[in-house]
């Protein structure tokens, strides 16, 4: 895969787990992924499959196939304590981040402004319209949080 043409085994290994990483990160508000962003990560790791840059589309199939399976182990291994979670997720995504750039400029843009859309989709799992159209205005705990 042309991506993939001057990284290790390991590294891309490590680059397949950018989506597993940032789901985990983005589900981190009470120290564990539910089974709701579970499966709304799952759900948006295949529609990147087909709904990304052409540039990407190898990287998010092969991705893809082991997302669910990655999202588990990972998931598993991190700590529950919200803090410590964070900190070694944030860890583990500065290491991607120096692998993304050895990608060349092209896949590294294109893989830096996906992966801020996975982000803020993966963000929304437990967010309602809804609660917006009742309590248009700001209310601590029903529509943001501190």
């Given at each position: ?8 085994h ?9 989506p597993v990483?940032?789901?985990l ?13 579970k499966?709304?990560a799952?759900e ?9 840059n052409?540039?990407l589309?190898?990287f ?8 669910e ?7 598993a ?6 803090d410590a979670r964070?900190k ?6 500065t290491k991607?981040?120096w ?6 400029e092209?896949?590294?843009v ?17 967010y309602?319209?809804?609660?917006d159209f ?12 501190e």
């Amino acid at each position: 895969m042309e991506i993939f043409k001057d990284s290790t085994h390991e590294e891309k290994e490590a680059l397949l787990n950018f989506p597993v990483y940032i789901s985990l990160l983005t589900s981190n508000k009470t120290g564990k992924l539910d089974k709701a962003e579970k499966a709304a990560a799952n759900e948006l790791s295949h529609i990147k499959t087909f709904a990304c840059n052409p540039l990407l589309v190898d990287f998010y199939k092969e991705a893809d196939t082991v997302f669910e399976m990655n999202i588990n182990l990972i998931d598993a291994q991190l700590p529950y304590c919200k803090d410590a979670r964070e900190k070694m997720i944030k860890e583990e995504l500065t290491k991607i981040y120096w692998l993304v750039l050895k990608l060349g400029e092209d896949y590294s843009v294109a893989l830096h402004q996906s992966m801020k859309s996975f982000k803020e989709h993966a963000s929304n799992t437990h967010y309602n319209v809804l609660v917006d159209f009742i309590f248009p205005l700001p209310l601590n705990g029903i529509n943001y949080d501190e």
